[in-house]
């Protein structure tokens, strides 16, 4: 029998729940830090990471994949590390994940030490297949939360994390990896080594103060296989199947438009390292302020299809504005619809996807979603590193028609009444007896 086993004190519950929100600032301070870092050592001709000579183009390419990698192997782990929470429990996969996260780190610094663009990909393919820390937190938050309310709270502080980290890693390689800040004391070295002693903490935390929320433990009786049946399982769950479509499009839309945006505005703009930093540290506030001040009172107020229904035309809208900007200053204007309108979808996605299976699926089915996030991340990486060689819009039109695909998806497969009928206040207006 399954039971939660909640801290003993509410001390002990603050550092919990504290711990599993580092969890996800971690996981998404490592995007943050290592995309205006990544575009440091393979962009920067006045680096000795790759050949002086060797041309942009060849360098968009080495980008795709050390990004595409890195998503593909998200892919891989989450699914299979997420499934394994629900049997191992919560605490051991965390343990898991955040060592792997620690080992990436090391390869990385040592990547760039004896400027080895093998060990930068190795690192990054290890970093990205103990990513799965995610979903795990999620799943565990969701097993701590008593009652609907405390679960749509959580959620937002869920999305306010992951803000968060957006905003520290491009701060942390600004600050530790500029000489403009730092003087001869910076290095490209140095925000790895903040970010290795953060997940050291981090680490620290989840062993003494988390408490397993699964009392006896499940046979294990899935292998590796289990990357590829998480999503196949999808098929026997219509509704999370209708879920699944309209998250990977808006996803994708989103990731388009992110994973190139440091590139974007160095081709485009001439930015630097610092003002490249500082563009993703202004999408970071715009995701914080919307996420713990604009989210509790919009799903309190308006229906979660009609919020997805706005949000995501919000952000296809700013993106097709951003593409035809000629202005670089404006361009941090225009981040802060597209990242706000996301920092409401996402939740607001993860609570309906959350609804949509009991209590011993939660690990599950939020790994469907970290699975369907990197899935459309790796592919776009891969290809949008091969198309903007060529033309640097191309991966932001893709995103652009992601976000359309979304919103027709959600004008058509969400006509469900299953699907409608997650949102607390439609379930409230239909008659006991139904």
């Known amino acids: 029998m399954r039971q939660l086993l909640l801290p003993d004190s509410e001390v002990d519950m603050g550092i919990s729940r504290f711990a599993l929100l580092m969890v996800v600032f971690i996981d998404i301070m490592g995007q943050g830090l290592m995309y205006p870092l990544i575009t440091s050592i393979l962009f920067s001709t006045s680096r000795d990471f790759l050949p002086h000579d060797m041309p942009q183009a060849a360098r968009e390419v080495r980008y795709g994949i050390v990004i595409g990698l890195f998503f593909i192997s998200w892919f891989f782990g989450a699914a299979f590390i997420s499934k394994l929470s629900d049997y191992i429990g919560r605490k051991n996969g965390i343990l898991i994940c955040l060592t792997g996260t620690l080992t990436g780190y090391v390869l990385t610094i040592l990547a760039l030490m004896t400027s080895s663009f093998i060990l930068l990909v190795v690192g990054r393919i290890v970093a990205g297949f103990t990513a799965g820390n995610q979903p795990i937190a999620q799943a565990a938050l969701i097993d701590l939360a008593k009652g609907p309310d405390e679960k749509n709270r959580y959620m937002g502080y869920i999305a306010a994390a992951a803000a968060a980290g957006l905003m520290g890693g491009p701060i942390i390689v600004g600050v530790l990896g500029s000489k403009q800040v730092l003087g001869d004391f910076a290095s490209l070295e140095l925000p790895t080594y903040f970010a290795a002693f953060i997940v050291l903490i981090n680490l620290a935390l989840i062993q003494f103060y988390f408490k397993e929320t ?17 999503l196949w399982r999808v098929a026997r769950h219509p509704v999370v199947a209708r879920l699944g479509g309209v998250f990977f499009f808006a996803v994708l839309g989103l990731n388009c438009f992110f994973i190139f945006l440091d590139n974007y505005v160095v081709a485009k703009f001439g930015f630097g390292t610092f003002s490249a930093s500082a563009i993703i540290v202004v999408a970071g506030a715009a995701m914080a302020f919307s996420s713990t001040f604009l989210l509790g009172p919009i799903l309190s107020r308006f229906r979660q299809i ?7 035309i919000i952000m296809a809208v700013s993106l097709a504005l951003f593409i035809v900007n000629p202005y670089a200053a404006l361009s941090f204007v225009l981040v802060l619809p597209i990242l706000a309108a996301f920092a409401i979808t996402y939740p607001t996605l993860l609570l309906m996807f959350s609804e949509s299976v009991d209590e011993t699926q939660q690990g599950w089915v939020m790994g469907v979603t970290i699975a369907l996030f990197t899935l459309g991340s790796g592919s776009i990486s891969l290809i949008g590193g091969l198309t903007m060689a060529e033309n640097r819009d191309i991966p932001f039109m893709i995103g652009l028609g992601a976000f359309v695909i979304a919103l027709i998806l959600v004008a058509t497969v969400w006509r469900s009444a299953k699907v409608i009928l997650l949102d607390p206040k439609n379930r409230e207006e239909v008659p006991a007896e139904a």
Not at 219 to 229: A, C, N, Y
Not at 306 to 312: A, L
């Open 214 to 230: 699964l009392k006896e433990r499940r046979k294990i009786d899935f292998g590796l296989s289990e990357v590829f049946l998480t």
């Open 306 to 312: 009609r919020v997805i229904t706005v949000t995501v």
